[in-house]
């Protein structure tokens, strides 16, 4: 729902593909619901109508928001249809990338549903949507089906948002790297490269410790059968 995650996963994504140990690097994708109250199922309405009645925000803000986030996309070579996108409930939508990760399509499904939003102005809500998401993505229609008339996914949806609390995070997009280095917002390619970096480095670092087997040792015996006095 957020645009700026959109912008910020196509930024992550040109880091990683300057970021010479890309292939030791292992994505998660975390669910956050913005707005839970949103309409599901397809009933979703113009995102302009929601930022104004229902977030609060004025006119000439919403403008300048979209102004600016025109002009990311253009420099990333990225249609813009913001203006014309859809507010709704993305619960659904969290529940397919969820199924999709079973099958290491996560990042795929990702991808698209932002597409969706941001390039297409479709409404994420709506299943059928989500279905041709999903089988574009390489899921079976059935399972998906199947998924969205259950409630699978949605106690680890509630555990993401509680881990995020934990965290201390309420922002997104919020990508956090081994845990110890964070960035939050759509921040440039050139940033995304650097924290990599610093993250990979001192991940490696302390794996590296880790490894080296630190030996109190008392008397014992070997393999031989012969025993220490």
Known sequence: ???????????Y???????????????????????PNLPDKGNGYPVREYLVNSAGYPEEGIDSMFANLKKMADNLGVP??????????????????????????D????????????????????????????KEAG?????????LHSEDYLYEIKQDM?????LGFDTVPTFLMDRRQAI???????LFVKVLHKAYDAWKNRTAKE?????????SCKADGTCEI
């Open 13 to 35: 994504e040109r880091a990683l593909r300057q970021f010479p140990h890309a292939d030791e690097v292992k994505l998660e994708w975390k669910a956050f619901q913005l707005n």
């Open 162 to 166: 509680q881990e995020a609390a934990n």
């Open 80 to 105: 813009f249809n913001l203006p014309r996108s859809v507010a709704a409930n993305t619960r659904d939508a969290h529940r397919l990338i969820k199924l999709a990760a079973e099958k290491g399509l």
């Open 184 to 190: 939050v917002g759509s921040e440039p390619v050139d």
């Open 107 to 134: 990042s795929l499904v990702v991808g698209k549903l932002g597409k969706a939003y941001f390039e297409d102005a479709k409404d994420y809500s709506d299943w059928e949507l989500l279905v041709s998401i999903g």
């Open 1 to 11: 729902m957020c645009p700026y995650c959109y912008i910020g996963k196509i930024h």
């Open 211 to 219: 490894k080296e087997l630190e030996i109190s040792k008392g008397k």
């Open 139 to 147: 899921l079976e229609e059935e399972e998906i089906r199947r998924m």
